[in-house]
């Protein structure tokens, strides 16, 4: 049971536009959203979180919105650049438990020039 | 600011061999996280670790086992390996504060022939 869903393999933009990344959850019990993004060979990075009090959440050129009505939550990255290109996971969790973390199966971006 | 470190970075085990993987935590952080990431899935949370004690338990079997030392390091210890647990296994560490943003190492590769 896919809890957290990317339904998006892959997604290719252009260098200056907006990309926009897409997560939905099915649980109801989950109240922290989490984006992080993962290149080749290292780790996951931390990007930008939501608290489901919030409906969005700026941070420089990313901003994550959350629809807790509809169960989902955006990743905007704007303008993208190349670097951007990397495997981005939306993950959620609830607040209440020991933190664990459910991931999405992640979404590829490529930031073409 | 030491991030977090994990050894090896690959290692190729026999099904029912007995693997120890470790993790050095970031620095100021006393809660880790491990994770299983198969092939084209998202990172699925194993255990978490908080002051040298299990603080949360994912579906795995109790052949997952870990530890975490006063210097907040941790060890994840899978015996009876089998086929199915060829994965990157990844550690994450966070602060109690602060710990929905979980930072994550690179990861070690096992491959169960």
């Known amino acids: 049971d896919q809890q957290v869903k990317q339904n998006s393999p892959s997604l290719s933009v252009q260098e200056g536009r907006i990309s926009i990344l897409n997560c939905d959850y099915t649980n109801s019990m989950f109240d922290y959203f989490l984006w992080y993004k993962k290149y080749p060979a290292e780790g996951p990075t931390f990007l930008i979180s939501?608290?489901?009090?919030?409906d969005k959440n700026e941070d420089g050129r990313f901003t994550v919105f959350l629809n807790k009505s509809a169960k989902h939550l955006s990743l905007h990255i704007v303008p993208s650049q190349p670097g951007d290109s990397a495997v981005y996971f939306c993950a959620a969790t609830s607040q209440g438990t020991a933190s664990k973390l459910t991931f999405g199966t992640g979404t590829r971006l490529q930031v073409t020039l | 600011e030491t991030g977090v470190t994990q050894s090896p970075t690959h290692l190729i085990k026999t099904r029912g061999q007995q693997v120890t993987l470790r993790c050095s935590s970031q620095s100021g952080h006393n809660t880790v996280s491990w994770y299983q990431q198969a092939l084209g899935q998202g990172p699925q949370f194993i255990f978490q670790y908080y002051r040298e004690e299990e603080n949360g338990r994912g579906n795995f079997p109790p052949r997952f086992s870990g530890l975490q030392f006063p210097n907040y390091s941790s060890e994840l210890n899978v015996n009876a390996l089998e086929l199915d647990d060829s994965a990157l296994y990844l550690c994450?560490?966070?602060?109690?504060?602060?710990?929905?943003?979980?930072?994550f190492g690179p990861g070690t590769r096992l491959t169960v022939t």
């Open positions: 994450a560490s966070s602060h109690r504060d602060r710990k929905y943003e979980q930072y």
């Open positions: 939501i608290s489901s009090i919030k």
